[in-house]
């Protein structure tokens, strides 16, 4: 007795368990910690987390001793230990079950140790936790050659060049899966556990294994698996959208934001955004407030929707677009927002939405490339019958998850690049520092990455992320672009507007910039090498010298430079119109199906084929 009183109230823990609940402390790399690292030390007795990299830097506390089997235990934990088996021993088998139960459950809650020997030498009955977990499997690399292999005699028809290159990325994408998945499924299939497939990331999402099972090598031993990841993730970057509230209407004058990078002048042009829809990752969206319901592809007029395929919550399964914290009504606004305020950069772009982040600003891996599945491919309520067709040409994303581990949305993210979908992300609010872009999807090559400016002084914002990113042993420069972030009016609530600031808002300007440069140019839609090149070509060149030695464009804090969309399509229509088949093709470009078609085909297929080249080199 007297040994176990003195590890549990004089054994330094490793870890400082209770200091990391209540300060929020915890490395990286410990929230990453995937299961097949907590279950390497034990198969059937322990399971710890432990981060992979210890970083002495961190305000976390580590200290390095010898681990005996129980020096992993947080203090509370030792003292709950101890207190009950004080109280067995008062009190034999007064609370045998009950307490064993409660302290293995509380020890995986705060601590991520589960130690089935001790509830045992403490009298109790051992429940063993379970976890939700994803598996992953090696992704399917798509290269350029592939692509114009495939579908090069394609490339002069661009919605029917679009609509073949998303349908051959996802089969692909579901044959690779197949393939690769078969001998963990086996198993599954085995152990008659029920998962979900996954063919973007490769993975597979299952629910409620025993840790007991999790830790057994015959489970981690199929062919084809890389690793598996816990499957609940926090979304770090803040999510506020409690700023000043409106209080004037402005009929049909564009806001602040939205002059300050040329969007009136595109509009004055008559682009709007006409014939692209955006796709948006974030806490939900309020499809009746006045300022985005006419964009919704789900309304119906009337004020009547419809919501297969224009709405997806993995968290609740609503049927019904909601947005309990008003974060994704604000940045939608800022894409689409207008008729009493014109918030929205792309008016007449259409949206659809999944709430990629529920309560508590949480998401999940699954959640996250469910997302990305659906606005590639969509499905109705059910999650049945995808219709590729209705995929969205570019998806916002003003969210960021440090807790996820490099790989984990990389090839999710990649496929959509694949696919031609242009996607935006936010850059995080951890600035001034460098190196402070750390969470996915804004680390990504194939991600459109955006920084927030500070219209008021041209200057960036001080929250906004700087570069390089290192995630990947590369000094990636990032962000790719700055917009305005700070004081950023769009809707929230039922009708409501308010201020907001951060890269969450000036990410939604530039997937709306996007919109607008497709609708003038839509020869350019989904070419996203040939998008991205003219927004940064035309870009605001703003040099500097912090986070790194560069001062001229691109670097590591304005990337690029300051979006200026007016200039982008300009020189963009230019560019292309220049081209002879042009003139030829310009009213095929708003038609649809075989009427499309049809007028396609009436143009002068050699002229055509001439702009095809010039485009594609």
């Excluded at 209540?22 to 299961?35: A, G, I, K």
């Excluded at 490339?369 to 916002?396: H, Q, V, Y």
């Excluded at 219209?455 to 000094?475: E, I, M, Q």
């Amino acid at each position: 007795f007297s040994q176990v009183v003195h590890f549990l109230t004089v054994a330094p823990p490793l870890y400082d368990f209770e200091d990391v609940i209540q300060e929020r402390r915890s490395p990286p790399d410990m929230l990453r910690t995937n299961v097949v690292e907590m279950a390497k030390d034990s198969q059937l007795t322990q399971v710890h987390a432990e981060p992979k990299n210890r970083d002495v830097s961190s305000s976390f506390s580590y200290q390095s001793h010898q681990a005996r089997p129980n020096s992993r235990l947080g203090m509370e934990a030792r003292l709950a230990l101890f207190l009950a088996l004080l109280l067995l021993c008062v009190q034999p088998g007064a609370a045998k079950a009950e307490i064993g139960a409660n302290l293995a459950r509380a020890l995986v809650e705060k601590a991520g140790i589960f130690e089935p020997e001790m509830a045992r030498a403490a009298g109790g009955v051992v429940d063993v936790p379970a976890v939700n977990i994803v598996a992953f499997f090696p992704p399917f690399v798509f290269t350029d050659q592939m692509l114009d292999d495939e579908l090069g005699g394609y490339f002069n028809q661009v919605n029917l060049y679009n609509r073949k290159r998303r349908r051959f990325v996802v089969e692909r994408l579901q044959e690779h899966a197949e393939k690769t998945q078969a001998s963990f499924l086996e198993t599954l299939n085995e152990q008659n556990i029920t998962y979900r497939i996954y063919y973007s990331a490769n993975a597979i999402a299952v629910d409620d294994v025993p840790i007991t099972t999790v830790a057994d090598k015959g489970f981690q031993s199929a062919a084809d698996l890389l690793y598996l990841q816990l499957n609940n993730l926090a979304v770090v970057d803040g999510i506020d959208v409690n700023g000043t509230k409106a209080t004037s209407q402005i009929q049909g004058e564009p806001e602040n934001h939205l002059q300050w990078v040329g969007v009136p002048e595109v509009w004055s042009m008559g682009y709007t955004g006409h014939g692209t829809t955006v796709g948006v990752v974030d806490t939900g969206a309020n499809h009746a407030h006045p300022a985005l319901k006419h964009s919704y592809r789900g309304s119906q007029g009337n004020n009547t929707y419809t919501h297969d395929y224009n709405w997806l919550d993995p968290h609740d399964f609503t049927a019904t677009p909601h947005d309990p914290i008003g974060h994704g009504s604000h940045v939608t606004g800022v894409v689409v927002g207008g008729v009493d305020r014109m918030t929205g950069a792309a008016p007449d772009s259409q949206w659809i939405a999944c709430r990629g982040i529920g309560a508590n600003n949480s998401g999940t891996l699954e959640g996250y490339i469910r997302c990305n599945e659906f606005l590639l491919r969509p499905t109705n309520l059910n999650g049945d019958k995808p219709k590729i067709w209705l995929g969205a040409d570019m998806t916002s994303n003003s969210w960021a998850c440090s807790d996820c581990q490099k790989e984990d949305l990389l090839s999710s993210f990649d496929a959509l690049k694949a696919a031609g979908v242009a996607v935006v992300a936010a850059a995080q609010n951890s600035g001034p520092a460098c190196s402070t872009i750390l969470g996915s999807p804004g680390i990504y090559a194939s991600v459109f990455t955006v920084g927030a400016q500070n219209v008021a002084s041209n200057l960036v914002a001080a929250f906004s992320s700087r570069g390089p990113v290192f995630t990947d042993g590369l000094a990636r420069i990032k962000p790719d672009l700055v917009a305005p972030g700070v004081n950023i009016m769009s809707s929230v609530g039922t009708d409501q507007y308010r201020f907001a600031s951060g890269t969450s808002q000036a990410t939604p300007i530039v997937t709306g910039a996007i919109g607008l440069l497709w609708d003038a140019v839509p020869e350019l839609k989904g070419l996203l090498d040939l998008t991205y090149g003219f927004i940064e070509e035309n870009a605001q060149v703003i040099q500097t010298s912090e986070c790194g030695t560069r001062t001229e464009s691109p670097n590591n804090v304005y990337g690029h430079g300051g979006l200026n969309i007016y200039k982008a399509v300009t020189n963009a229509i230019k560019s292309v119109r220049g081209q002879k088949c042009y003139s030829c093709l310009k009213p095929c470009f708003k038609l649809t199906g075989q009427k499309q078609q049809r007028c396609q085909q009436a143009c002068d297929d050699k002229v055509c084929t001439r702009c095809g080249k010039k485009k594609r080199a």
